[in-house]
């Protein structure tokens, strides 16, 4: 390794799950990062985990993780309620910070989650992967060269077939719910157009359905948006959809782009636009989205190159989830107690 070569992350992972094999453990690899620990409720799954994926070590608890003092970078892919409890003891821990979606449950959570980061001063990131990718970098690219024109609407569509009746996603005591685990998505690229858009979008109006079984928890939620300069919005998400769909359209003054699946652009790298000059397609590539995230993470925190996403961006998307869920009628989602 040459003297100027970043040393590589040292990472350590909360839980075993199944998000992690293409989330962290492929661009960890390929990044040339460590994979130093992982812990997991069952001692036995950890190290299964271990072992198929070649971490150097488990622990017991994930407790016994963060006090690992080799472990400089915790990955959460836990649970969503269990998000914002083990992002404090992680930066309580001194320990820098990649999270999955959302990064808690509920706003005010979040804001401990970022008071936190603050006085670790270590790096916290909410892995919206997405955005690193050069499939939303380019729908940007037209907003701002002025092709598409001005703003108009915008619309972000993010649905999944069913999970089992069973999964953490269904509860509402471990923060489920269509719009926490998808809906985010569109939530959180409308609110990255905010340049574009005269600033911040606000929910006007929000109507869900329930699943069936789990009062509270949201199968399925449809938001209606609207940004300062006047343009408008919608975020649709599904969680017992007939099939996978994960698109974000947008819609300016001279044309429109849209990305047929924004979420997983390594699935379907096309950005389609309509222009008075025609229609074109442009094919942007199928690195993953997680690599290009996990560059940019290891990035900032070996060389302090600022991030499109920080603590105070993830304080926001939780009061836009939060403020959906209310005018949907249904509550925001409870922190979990350890």
Request: proline letters at 6%.
């Amino acid at each position: 390794m040459s003297a100027s070569a970043p040393q590589p992350l040292r990472i350590g992972i909360l839980g075993a799950a199944r998000i992690t094999e293409r989330a962290l453990i492929a661009p960890a690899r390929s990044g040339g990062h460590r994979l130093v620990a992982v812990a997991a409720r069952d001692r036995d799954r950890a190290e299964a985990f271990a072992a198929a994926h070649g971490v150097e070590r488990t622990h017991g608890s994930y407790a016994e993780l963060l006090a690992d003092p080799e472990v400089e970078v915790v990955y959460n892919p836990l649970a969503n309620g269990l998000h914002g409890p083990w992002n404090l003891a992680a930066l309580a821990a001194g320990k820098h910070v990649l999270t999955e979606k959302p990064s808690a449950s509920n706003a005010g959570e979040a804001r401990d989650v970022r008071e936190a980061a603050e006085a670790a001063g270590t790096v916290f990131m909410e892995a919206f992967h997405y955005l690193f990718h050069p499939v939303t970098r380019r729908l940007h690219e037209l907003l701002a060269s002025g092709e598409l024109g001005a703003l108009r609407h915008a619309e972000a569509m993010v649905a999944i077939p069913a999970p089992e009746d069973g999964d953490p996603r269904w509860s509402l005591a471990l923060a489920g719910g269509a719009l926490m685990d998808l809906g985010c998505y569109g939530l959180h690229a409308l609110r990255m157009l905010a340049p574009w858009a005269g600033g911040a979008p606000r929910v006007a109006t929000a109507r869900a359905g329930e699943r069936a079984g789990a009062p509270g928890v949201d199968e399925w939620l449809d938001a209606d948006v609207e940004f300062p300069g006047g343009a408008t919005g919608t975020a649709r998400c599904h969680m017992a959809y007939g099939r996978l769909e994960m698109s974000l359209r947008i819609v300016g003054s001279r044309g429109e782009a849209t990305a047929p699946n924004f979420v997983l652009p390594q699935l379907d790298d096309r950005v389609v636009v309509r222009t008075a000059d025609g229609e074109r397609t442009e094919q942007l590539g199928t690195r993953s989205s997680y690599a290009y995230q996990l560059e940019a993470f290891a990035e900032r925190v070996r060389r302090g190159t600022p991030l499109p996403l920080s603590a105070e961006d993830a304080v926001e998307t939780m009061g836009v989830i939060d403020a959906c869920y209310t005018a949907a009628g249904l509550s925001p989602r409870p922190r979990t107690t350890l």
